[in-house]
């Protein structure tokens, strides 16, 4: 098993780690403009999270704001803001979201959705390599690479 920064994505692990779902957030401000996916015209600075991933998260949209020119940025959809902190069970069960902790992040939602195989995810494209990098060079685990569904999502707990 690969060794990660974050814990195993299980209530207990995650709750011995992060805390109680909502508790311990901050904010980080994003190094581009990011606008709220289902409203574009609502232009987002700043993103609430868990304040063990704040650094990570920083490091991570800094790395995309490195990495490709602010056209890109809008143009691959990596500024359409899907949330991160939602105090919020899974759909359709029991157990908590790694959002309710504000541990992930869910990006362009509309082009990655939910039940898209990862292969037809805009972000599986080859332009979006540094995007999904970034990510994974910070430990962070992404649904759409790891799982093949959910290619929004990118958490700070792997599975």
Request: include cysteine; glycine fraction near 8%; charged fraction near 25%.
């Amino acid at each position: 098993s690969r060794a990660f920064p974050w814990p195993k994505e299980t209530s207990a692990e995650l709750m011995k780690f992060y805390g109680r779902p909502g508790q311990h957030q901050t904010r980080i401000v994003s190094p581009y403009p990011m606008r709220l996916a289902w409203d574009k015209s609502t232009t987002i600075k700043k993103i609430t999270c868990h304040e063990k991933v704040a650094d990570s998260l920083q490091r991570i949209l800094q790395s995309v704001a490195d990495d490709y020119s602010s056209s890109d940025i809008s143009k691959h959809g990596f500024d359409l803001f899907g949330g991160c902190l939602n105090v919020r069970r899974i759909r359709g069960g029991k157990r908590w979201s790694t959002h309710a902790w504000g541990i992930s992040i869910d990006i362009d939602p509309a082009r990655n959705g939910l039940r898209a195989n990862w292969a037809n995810c805009y972000l599986s494209r080859p332009e979006c390599v540094d995007f999904v990098n970034a990510f994974k060079r910070e430990g962070w685990y992404g649904l759409g690479p790891e799982r093949n569904y959910d290619g929004m999502h990118f958490q700070a707990a792997y599975r």
